[in-house]
């Protein structure tokens, strides 16, 4: 079992002709994941790595019987790619594409919410269930199958923290990166929801960061609603206020959103959290040993 | 990206909202010339892109334009929070009855815009907001009918205005607001304060507007605006560069990516010992120009002692990175000692070719940030 | 028993002050209906009509407990009144304004929906529950209670025919008047099921008008979920196309919206359709008689 | 209200779509001097608010500035459906390879604003529509967030677009027109037909603009397009004394209290053999100058033979009404008979009223009805 992906997925790719979209759509084929359609205006008719493209996702759906979307166009048009997406039929979208407006993400999260469809990202890199699919850009070769759900705000942290699992020999059911935009698709909350309801899901993962409030409210969701054990990781304890980390929703402003307030508040419902990244697989390691 | 208070009055006034007729002077005869041809007193006003300039003396009164010519001098000589100061504003004086607050920023858990006012302006309002919230009236506004004169009502009556026009113009003042939010895809856009002044009337005696960065890229005319005298040199350099560079006190400088793992590897320093001396995200791949820009940014702050270099190799191979990094520092020559850890796909090889180069590596971010800590402390 | 309105209503009159605001107002209370509050920005903390009057209507919520707002603001404030209301916790709003933009119901539509507000006109008469409230401007004289609910897109066609029932003895149960406006809040489906459900109701009249295919989609709802017996007139046979007969909704256009189709949809399910407005309550004497 | 052609094309022309760069003319003088200026062959259009006028002979080409002159000296003086031609629009002729159809209409069952486009453009659209709605592609707009291009796009890619620089083209022009649309509020701007003209591009040859009435206050600009010259004088009357009022073929004049009574006044009329002459609702109330007025609007129809009052006394009391109609009598004094039926409250006093000025009263419609076809058939 996993969730969100896995051996039902039928991926349309949005943006597979692009330099980025390409790459990755190889890589995606490459881990075994069923990607079955590209989107690229205009070279709708063409093939590309042996997937047939065409002009529009609602096309590409219909041909194809996709069900989940990825979004690899560049910032200016991946807002309407998501509006697409979800207009289209599809019932998970999953925004790589860094960069997008906030105030374009305000119209597209009410869009996506209204039509009941899943929106991961943007700005993340996707998601990952070991042996199954791989939709996005969370490297294979990081993972392996097993008992760990992981979410998380970060990218490479990310694949940090899972590298060390995997090398202790402690699999994962899926990662699931939200991304690091100031408001993005599916929060923690979401996605620990579906962690909490999966059989195969033992133990859970939480990587978050400074700004906004989602680790203070998902600490309120474990304490009400999560019965499995959670570790976690929160980056950006020496980050000062006022100032982007990279990430776009990576900022401490107006008192909220610092690295203490989120560490107090998942430890004060019994999360673990560590110290620094590897220390996440050792604190498992030593409770499952 | 922020604006200057004379900036973001002009977008204001641009969108209906009334502003003081000042004007912006680089010099102390341009002052002058100023608060001559606005007559009666005038208010010097330091434009920097800092807060608390108020405190710090940045904000003078005037009660002729020879006065104007003298504070505009003090002014235009002072340093503010590290920041020179090249421009001041020079607004009319206001007859100031009462301060109000009104501001519109992203709220992120509502996933909305919220507008906020309260009739305690004129100070910092989040002071406000931590010690007497029930003084801030907010609405959230639904994108799909934007700012609603109901709601601009709510928050006039809200803070106790009761005259007909006063509440008239405030609800006019209110949706204008919005409107420059919305038009300028700002992440906060407030008026503090929003004052009464003698004649009765509302006027925004002070603006500050946080562009969203992202969004630029739509609006070439309000990008134009960025003051390259404000933004520090490595800043600039980063941002051409495509980097993600926030400059910290400390001595260590780091070089990672991924803005998460790069504020992990920070915390880790600290963790050890070490104090960070900057935050840098080289973003994906890691191609030798990029990584040269990166040192040279790095190496520009006098106080690095050390340099930790963390790369997770994951769809980018490990071993091509440490071959980016051989090559930049061909080129950059650093003269302080650097650390590199890289893991993930290839992290053996990669290993192999940074110790051929004479780097100190490390297999463990704990490891490395020890190194780091330790050669800093030389 | 009633729909919509009765004697747990309590009402909120938005542009209570005004000349159209305050006539009605005396009127409704006048009747019996339980009005708690007035909303005109400006004149909160007066009385008028022994009512009190508040700046806002969530003050007036807040304040009054009032459950039901009625809008008698004019068109160019009328849109903002409704979102007002909907926003402010009442559960109906009935906007008996004529004249609002259309482009401004589309958002006003979709705004009321995804609150689940109930809101029932623009350009309507609003409803009366004989004996029990009057929310709007439908004359208490024409009505008594009984057995049939009546729902109308038109008003004095509305109070002829209730008029009509009313000398014949037969009462009402609860008269819905939903306006003429080519956008409306509830339509003929969203009050069937009501009267449908509701226990006082055995008798059901619907009074339409050319244009939109309201009537049309009403005939199949009858045709699948409404055991009840129903009465229709249709105004507009001799309509010509293109022409807007009054009411902002009541056009034929593009072959659509003729009485024919209505009437032809409706008597295909079993509606007995009447030839002119007295027929109805004839019909209805002669099948209970 | 209906906008000509050449009005809705500067009105899409400010929105950014291309159109013809043809003028106005309202004399063959005019046409002349336009068609040498614009050089080359010439498409002369009356402007006209009624459709089916190129059947009608009121489009015309013309080679040189003199035929020009000669096509515009013809259309000029011809009636089309009734209505004289007072202007005609002198376009370039455009060199034509295929005709598109693009328009936004309001879509009530959905309660959105829809856009259709076809490949069958040139031809009425409601015949495509009846015939071969496959030909037809329509997407409808969700409020939130306006027309979106992945939509534009369904929309070019549907009605079988492959060319990048035509979709492109398309796509802007879609959006475009939404936007013209909403920004005037429209309840139609169709472009039929949107060509492909010899150079590729695509341009607007036609276009049709009706805005909803109840939204022109907020468009004065708009309201101000008016042609009065093409109202009938009974609608103008009508429009400015705020009463419904649609011309029809039949002898019977109507004056109702409501719309729904009104249509169904006319529908009784007609099903005991007579025919209405018009549509008129004279609204909430009765006071007597409105009445008067729409006493005079109903015989200015040279065709009535008789009239037909129908009140509904509701809030307004039957007997207040019959005053207001009896005093309106004194005042207008008409030449035909009228019949009253006025019925609800105080219904009793009010036909006692009535009968004592003379005026033929009825208790139900029906009867009112057959007393006024009886007397127009006299």
Chains 1, 3 share one sequence.
Do not use: W
């Amino acid at each position: 079992m996993s969730i969100l992906v896995g051996n039902d997925t039928r991926l349309v790719v949005q943006g597979m002709t692009g330099r980025e979209g390409g790459f990755h759509t190889q890589q995606m084929l490459a881990y075994g994941t069923q990607v079955v359609a590209g989107v690229t205006p205009g070279r709708g008719g063409e093939v590309a790595f042996g997937v047939p493209v065409f002009n529009t996702v609602r096309e590409a759906v219909r041909e194809t019987g996709a069900n989940t979307s990825v979004i690899f166009v560049p910032a200016a048009f991946a807002a309407d790619a998501i509006l697409e997406a979800a207009d289209a039929g599809v019932r998970l979208v999953v925004a790589i594409t860094e960069g997008i407006p906030v105030l374009d993400m305000v119209r597209v999260k009410k869009f996506v919410d209204e039509r009941g469809v899943l929106l991961v990202g943007p700005n993340c890199p996707g998601l990952l269930t070991p042996g199954e699919a791989k939709v996005g850009i969370i490297p294979g070769t990081i993972a392996t199958s097993g008992p760990v759900g992981m979410v998380s705000r970060s990218g490479t942290l990310t694949y940090e923290v899972a590298y060390e699992l995997t090398r202790r020999g402690i699999g994962q059911s899926t990662i699931v990166g939200i991304g690091g935009d100031p408001i993005p698709g599916m929060n923690f909350i979401d996605v620990l929801r579906r962690f909490q309801e999966d059989p195969q899901t033992e133990i859970i993962v939480l990587i978050g960061e400074i700004g906004g409030t989602d680790e203070e409210q998902a600490a309120e969701f474990i304490r009400d609603h999560v019965t499995k054990p959670v570790y976690a990781f929160i980056a950006g304890r020496t980050a000062p206020p006022g100032k982007r980390m990279g990430h776009a929703g990576a900022i401490i402003s107006g008192g909220e959103g610092t690295a203490e307030n989120k560490i107090r508040a998942l430890e004060a419902v019994g999360v673990k959290v560590a110290s620094h990244p590897a220390e996440v697989a050792e604190l498992i390691e030593r409770d499952i040993g | 990206m922020k604006l200057h208070e004379y900036q973001s009055k002009r977008l204001f006034a641009q969108h209906g909202i009334p502003v003081p007729q000042g004007e912006v002077a680089e010099t102390p005869e341009q002052a002058r010339e100023i608060a001559a041809r606005l007559g009666g007193p005038v208010v010097v006003k330091a434009q920097v892109l800092v807060g608390g300039r108020g405190k710090a003396g940045g904000v003078k009164l005037a009660r002729t334009p020879d006065e104007a010519e003298a504070r505009a001098k003090e002014i235009l000589g002072m340093t503010i929070k590290g920041l020179p100061v090249k421009k001041v504003l020079v607004d009319p004086a206001a007859d100031i009855r009462e301060e109000l607050y009104l501001g519109a920023v992203l709220d992120r858990a509502a996933r909305r815009v919220a507008v906020m006012a309260s009739a305690a302006g004129g100070v910092d309002i989040e002071e406000v907001a931590a010690t007497t919230p029930e003084k801030i009236v907010t609405v959230r506004v639904d994108p799909l009918v934007g700012l609603a004169d109901y709601q601009a009502r709510e928050l006039a009556y809200g803070i106790g205005l009761h005259d007909k026009g006063r509440v008239r113009s405030f609800v006019h003042i209110a949706r204008a607001l919005y409107e420059a939010f919305v038009a300028s895809d700002a992440s906060l856009a407030e008026i503090n304060p929003l004052a009464v002044v003698g004649d009765g009337q509302l006027v925004a005696l002070d603006g500050k507007i946080v562009l969203d960065d992202n969004a630029l890229f739509r609006h070439p005319e309000l990008a134009d605006m960025r003051d390259e005298a404000e933004e520090a040199e490595a800043e600039r350099q980063a941002r051409v560069n495509g980097l993600s560079y926030v400059e910290l006190n400390g001595t260590i400088g780091c070089m990672v990516n991924g803005a998460g793992l790069a504020m992990a590897t920070m915390d880790v320093i600290k963790l050890f010992g070490g104090e960070p001396a900057n935050f840098l995200d080289i973003g994906g791949g890691a191609r030798a120009e990029k990584v040269a820009a990166a040192m040279r940014i790095i190496l520009s702050d006098p106080h690095v002692k050390a340099v930790l270099i963390n790369i997770f190799g994951g769809i980018t191979r490990g071993d091509e990175v440490a071959r980016g990094i051989v090559q930049a520092l061909e080129e950059v020559r650093p003269s302080v000692p650097f650390v590199a850890r890289i893991v993930g796909t290839n992290a053996e090889q990669a290993r192999e070719i940074l110790q051929a180069a004479d780097m100190v590596t490390a297999s463990t971010l704990a490891e490395a940030a020890q190194k780091a800590v330790e050669l800093a402390n030389r």
